[in-house]
């Protein structure tokens, strides 16, 4: 499997981005993907994550309300909107897919790094006040 997330780039605060990741190498539509976040010297963050159908959709406290997951899985697409973005939302951002849990019962579940098989090189967001 292989994941090329894409989007990043430099924005205000206030301001607005999507990202997108493409996943190949294996039949997507059925596998649990994520994004996390990782900034300079820091644990990398869950942001969110969403099953095959858009039924368990999960996301960190820090960009509830924010930020918007979703999926086309014709396309083998996962987006990240992301809204009113804050300097602490400057990170870079990954996708990653789980192949073996693909409906988590929890945020916490869905947000454990070692749930996820394969993940993706990441596309860097900056956001400046």
């Known amino acids: 499997v292989q994941l090329q997330a894409s989007g990043g780039g430099l924005v205000q605060a206030g301001g607005s981005l999507r990202l997108s990741c493409v996943a190949s190498?294996?039949?997507?539509?059925?596998?649990?993907m994520g994004w996390f976040r990782q900034a300079p010297g820091k644990e990398r963050e869950f942001v969110a994550g969403?099953?095959?159908?858009?039924?368990?959709?999960f996301y960190g406290d820090s960009v509830k309300g924010r930020f918007t997951i979703s999926r086309d899985n014709a396309k083998n697409t996962v987006y990240l909107q992301m809204n009113s973005l804050k300097s602490e939302d400057t990170a870079v951002y990954l996708c990653?897919?789980?192949?073996?849990?693909?409906?988590?019962?929890?945020?916490?579940?869905?947000?454990?790094?070692?749930?996820?098989?394969?993940w993706g090189q990441g596309t860097e967001v900056t956001v400046s006040s």
């Open positions: 969403v099953s095959w159908n858009g039924g368990k959709i």
């Open positions: 190498g294996r039949t997507f539509s059925t596998y649990y």
């Open positions: 990653a897919l789980a192949q073996k849990i693909r409906s988590p019962p929890t945020a916490a579940v869905a947000g454990t790094k070692r749930m996820y098989d394969y």
